[in-house]
Nanobody, 121 residues
C-alpha cells in the first residue's frame, strides 16, 4: 500500500529553521511530481513548494520564496522541505503530496497525514 509519511514538524521561534521529510513507501514515486502543502486553521489547503519527477524543476508560493527549499532524494524515495527564517504566519499542518497530474488539491494522487509546524513570535 503506497503511503507518504511526514516528519520533522514541531515548535520553533520566529526566525528559526525546520526541515521536514516525507518518506514514500509501498511503490516508487520516481515518476511523480512531489509537493508540500499547508493548511492553517480556518484556511484552505495551499501549495507551498513543488518539485518535478527529475528534481530539476521547482516552484514556490510567493510567501515562501527565498526562505523554503524543496529537494528530493530519489534513491531514498524521500522529499525534503528546508524552512528557514520562519514566521508566525507559517504555522500550519504541512502535508506531503504526490501527483501524476497537477497540484490542484482534487488531482493529487497521494497525501500524507501531515505534520504540525508551529512558529512562535
Amino acid at each position: 500500500q503506497a503511503q507518504l509519511v511526514e516528519s520533522g514538524g514541531g515548535l520553533v521561534q520566529a526566525g528559526g529553521s525546520l526541515r521536514l521529510s516525507c518518506a514514500a513507501s509501498g511503490r516508487t514515486f520516481r515518476r511523480y511530481a512531489m509537493g508540500w502543502f499547508r493548511q492553517a486553521p480556518g484556511k484552505e489547503r495551499e501549495i507551498v513548494a513543488s518539485i518535478n519527477w527529475s528534481g530539476v524543476s521547482t516552484g514556490y508560493a510567493d510567501s515562501v520564496k527565498g526562505r523554503f527549499t524543496i529537494s528530493r532524494d530519489t534513491a531514498k524515495n524521500t522529499v525534503y522541505l528546508q524552512m528557514n527564517s520562519l514566521k508566525p504566519e507559517d504555522t500550519a499542518v504541512y502535508y506531503c503530496a504526490a501527483t501524476s497530474n497537477s497540484f490542484r488539491v482534487g488531482e493529487v494522487d497521494y497525501w500524507g497525514k501531515g505534520t504540525l509546524v508551529t512558529v512562535s513570535s
